[in-house]
């Protein structure tokens, strides 16, 4: 019997021939990467040596990762003082892939990894966040893991008693309407599947739609795919995803891809025709609270967040810009724009989307995970309401149980911007048709 | 499953329903918290009473929150099972999200999955073999054992007693 994606990663990252669904592995580890919670894990990697006589060493400090995002610059003294514990045990380690908060290198982690080449098909990436999935859009069999467990990776470089888990196959065909984007997708397979739908198993994307999508789309499906529960969500690696690491993660020399099996075996098969798709929200409390913009459109909204690990990227700011360039957000609103690294942030610099953005009344600021959890920028007052390009909206995630969070996609985000309120993008700025450019040149994401 | 082999009755201090997510238990905004020592009493910090239910130093030993389906969905963040696991509370619930499930498991959060469990606060629970039973309402309901990988690190003590003996043996 053939192999998932997944399963042929796993196998491999455990020296064996194949796996199986339930199989107790111990896979090897290609990259580790943690946040500022890497002082957490650098708690318990001590403590795991305490009293053995050796001295404390990481298994390989070329496949760590860490990088500064939660909470840059350090919003209070206890951030700062855990910055500096991880930025000084870095250079004692000599970790090589850390980015530290800094405008030629710094970002979020789940954009990072990707546009420094860090992550290739056919790797076992862990990380210390849930929205690791992000990196299965370049073929990675990527999960999160908690700040114990990536101690354990750091002495061992394995990741142990790892259970292989079921695949579900989503194909998804069709093509979306304009405007209408990865985001609706992922919001409404959620909205299908559940919350715990694809709790202990893998999401593997399929269809002309994945085919003919940029990676920036994939990595918003895998992303989110931890939102139905999953342990990873994988775009099977292809022509795009060597176009993608080539071209824009500087990736030199051979890359391998990893394609399932024809007769790889799926726990359940999903399949979706995006044709008619309209744009989707997930409405408070509940990521997996999702409706067709219909039902809530006109709702009032007092902040606007786009950003974050999920739709911080440049085709994300892009259309936001396209929409708000020579309009005005309407008064009462706060438009927050984060874009998702410093590199995209002078890319949108360079192809005018920030000043588009701020002389709409957005206020831009700089890379990072921002108000998406509550723990820095952007707080909501009590029984205000916001909508969020970001990934979660459980009660009280923007930091105020008194306030709501409803999530759409940028597009939604930037047309409710200037409504002041949910509203559907409809027509084009000063009548002209849409135009935005994404890295692969496709015009058919939006 | 943890080692909850004892016939003790065990008081449920609180119900909670589906879909409990870390950031109910364990609010992000206090994530530069991070010593075993400091997170309990943040537990449930946005409910209330169920903060000071758990802050009172008054529960019984052994006590249950009961809780729904996917309980522990969202987030990474380990805070959430280091919270609860200083309460010493054991959770009994319905289904348990993978990655707060593995955290406890590595921190030695007792955790019992319990998918047709019925049960209210102030109800007295027994686990014992492979049932929970509800001494109150005289009912008993199976229990899904831990995969015997997962129960090989909860029977060394968690996961750092679990890494630093395969550290030792690496280097035997």
């Given at each position: 019997m053939g192999m998932t994606v997944a399963e042929k990663i796993l196998a491999r990252a455990s020296g064996r021939d194949s796996v199986r669904p339930g199989d107790v592995i111990e896979p090897r580890v290609d990259l580790a990467m943690s946040h500022e919670n890497g002082a957490l894990v650098i708690n318990q990697f001590l403590e795991v040596y305490k009293?053995?006589?050796?001295?404390?060493?990481?298994?390989?400090?070329?496949r760590i990762a860490i990088i500064f995002d939660h909470r840059v610059p350090a919003e209070s003294a206890k951030t700062a003082t855990n910055q500096k514990k991880v930025r000084d045990f870095v250079g004692a380690q000599k970790i090589s892939k850390f980015h530290d908060i800094r405008g030629d290198q710094g970002g979020i982690c789940h954009q990072i990894l990707p546009e420094n080449g860090y992550v290739r098909p056919g790797m076992v990436v862990v990380g210390?966040?849930?929205?690791?999935?992000?990196?299965?859009?370049?073929?990675a069999f990527a999960f999160g893991i908690g700040a114990t467990e990536m101690a354990s990776v750091w002495t061992l470089g394995s990741v142990l008693n790892v259970e292989v888990p079921g695949t579900i196959k989503v194909v998804i065909n069709g093509e979306f309407a304009e405007h209408v984007s990865a985001k609706d997708l992922i919001l409404h397979i959620i909205g299908k599947l559940?919350?715990?739908?694809a709790n202990y198993k893998v999401l593997e994307f399929h269809g002309e739609a994945i085919h003919r999508m940029p990676t920036s789309g994939r990595l918003v499906l895998c992303n989110m795919s931890v939102e139905a529960g999953a342990t990873a969500g994988i775009v099977p690696s292809d022509a795009e995803t060597l176009r993608y690491l080539h071209e824009t993660a500087g990736v030199t020399g051979q890359v391998d891809i990893v394609q399932p099996d024809a007769d790889a075996e799926y726990e359940q098969v999903v399949e979706i025709d995006i044709t008619n798709l309209t744009f989707q929200i997930a409405c408070p409390?509940?990521?997996?609270n999702v409706k067709p913009i219909d039902a809530v459109e006109?709702?009032?909204?007092?902040q606007i967040v786009v950003g974050s690990c999920?739709?911080?990227?440049r085709d994300d700011i892009a259309a936001v810009a396209h929409i708000l360039q020579g309009r005005r957000v309407a008064d009462g609103v706060r438009l927050l724009v984060f874009p998702a690294s410093w590199k995209i942030y002078q890319e949108c610099m360079a192809h005018g989307y920030i000043d588009d953005l701020v002389k709409a009344g957005a206020v831009v600021m700089n890379?990072?995970?921002?108000p998406c959890l509550g723990v820095h920028e952007g707080a909501l007052g009590d029984g205000e309401v916001a909508l969020s390009t970001t990934n979660r909206n459980f009660?009280?995630?923007?930091?105020?149980?008194?306030s709501e969070v409803f999530l759409c996609s940028p597009a939604v985000a930037a047309a409710s911007a200037l409504a002041g309120h949910i509203a559907r993008p409809k027509g084009e700025p000063h009548g002209q048709p849409a135009r935005v450019e994404t890295e692969a040149g496709c015009l058919e994401a939006w | 499953m943890a080692n909850l082999q004892e016939s003790k009755p065990r008081l449920v201090v609180s119900k909670l329903g589906d879909d409990i997510s870390t950031d109910a238990i364990?609010?992000?905004?206090?994530?530069?918290?991070?010593?075993p020592t400091e997170t309990p009493k943040l537990?449930?910090?946005?409910?209330t009473e169920l903060n000071a239910k758990l802050n009172s130093?008054?529960?019984?030993?052994?006590s249950v929150i009961v809780a729904g389906r996917n309980?522990?969905?969202?987030?990474?963040?380990?805070q959430a099972a280091s919270c609860l696991r200083g309460h010493g509370v054991t959770i009994v619930a319905r289904a348990f999200a993978r990655i707060f499930q593995q955290n406890s498991i590595n921190l030695g959060l007792p955790t019992v999955i319990c998918p047709e469990l019925e049960a209210d606060a102030g109800d007295e629970l027994v686990i014992a073999g492979d049932h929970v039973w509800n001494e109150t309402k005289g009912t008993k309901f199976a229990t899904v054992p831990l995969p015997a990988a997962r129960q090989a690190i909860i029977d060394a003590g968690g996961l750092i007693p679990y890494t630093r003996k395969r550290l030792l043996e690496s280097r035997a």
């Open positions: 009293d053995t006589g050796l001295e404390p060493k990481v298994w390989d400090p070329g210390t966040d849930s929205h690791t999935t992000t990196h299965g859009a370049l073929g559940s919350a715990e739908g409390n509940g990521v997996d006109g709702t009032k909204v007092d999920t739709n911080g990227r890379p990072g995970c921002g009660k009280g995630r923007m930091g105020n149980p008194k | 364990y609010p992000g905004r206090f994530m530069a918290t991070v010593l537990a449930f910090a946005d409910d130093r008054t529960l019984p030993e052994g309980f522990g969905c969202g987030s990474s963040r380990e």
